[in-house]
């Protein structure tokens, strides 16, 4: 045996004794727990300060009389306008109605959208019959079908529902289309593969993969439920926050008609945080991606 022959018998016996530890090169960044208290503390305050300083710069200008009352009420009158409501009793009957027709027009336009998006989506037939007809009436403001209703349907409920149910469907629609014909064909082909059925694929596969876009098109469409409901509730509304509305105007006050609208505003950001949530328990897998 040659001394090179040993030599590096002599090495390999000396690694195998050796136990190899991985070693992190990464650049680690000491923070105190101040720090991190900081970091999470900090977008919390920014998003609260950002509409307290607006609040308060509204009061301000009211009170020195930059802009007329009659035109734009302080935030002091609002919060009177909210307990003469709350003191009637208005409100709280108001606020039911509202969202029974926004709940009820959801339901029925999202889950019409998204029986035509897996339609259309899954099948080359359902495809061709409902996805040109449905881009061309997605452009149709709807808005602008509301004289349509009303002849149709008169100024009752129902005129109402359809409003909405109409301005519901397409956004569902859409994600729910883009989100089956989304799904990586490589997924499909490793299905058929393992011998599965078309419907095992479409459960197994195509169905939690589209998952994530339906639940954005739901998203969108109660987010139009509300702006839909907004234009639905002006059609002759004997209830509701539409109602008080138009009262308010009828009368001139302005006060009420803001807090109105801020009534609406807060059903639009309940409604987000709900659709967050359903996501978050829906989603368990999906990363939550955040540059800081």
């Known amino acids: ?38 970091d999470l503390w900090r977008g919390r305050l920014i998003r609260v300060a950002s509409p307290v300083s607006i609040i308060i710069l509204w009061q301000l200008v009211s009170m020195f009389g930059v802009i007329p009352v009659e035109i734009l009420p302080s935030p002091t009158d609002i919060l009177a306008a909210f307990a003469e409501l709350i003191r009637l009793g208005e409100l709280q009957e108001a606020l039911p109605t509202s969202l029974s027709r926004s709940l009820t027009g959801l339901t029925i336009g999202g889950s019409i959208g998204l029986i035509l998006g897996l339609f259309a989506g899954l099948w080359r037939i359902g495809e061709e019959i409902f996805d040109a007809p449905l881009q061309m009436l997605r452009t149709i403001p709807f808005i602008a079908l509301v004289p349509l209703f009303i002849t149709w349907f008169g100024i009752d409920e129902t005129a109402k529902i359809i409003v909405i149910t109409v301005a519901t469907i397409f956004p569902i629609y859409l994600n729910t289309y883009a989100g089956v014909r989304g799904v990586d064909p490589k997924l499909l082909e490793a299905a058929t593969v393992f011998g599965l059925s078309r419907q095992e694929t479409v459960r197994h596969v195509i169905m939690p993969m589209a998952l994530p876009s339906i639940l954005i098109g739901l998203r969108f469409s109660a987010g139009t439920s509300l702006l839909a409901l907004v234009v639905a509730e002006q059609i002759n509304a004997r209830s509701g926050i539409g109602y008080i509305l138009n009262n308010a105007n009828a009368n001139q006050r302005s006060d009420i008609i803001i807090a109105g609208i801020i009534v609406y505003a807060v059903l639009g950001i309940t409604n987000d945080v709900v659709m967050r949530l359903i996501e978050h328990l829906a989603l368990p897998w999906r990363p939550n991606i955040v540059l800081s």
């Open 1 to 38: 045996m040659s001394a090179f022959d040993s030599s590096g018998i002599q090495l390999q016996t000396e690694l195998s004794n050796q136990t190899l530890e991985l070693v992190d090169l990464s650049a680690r960044t000491q923070r105190s727990p101040w720090h991190e208290a900081w």
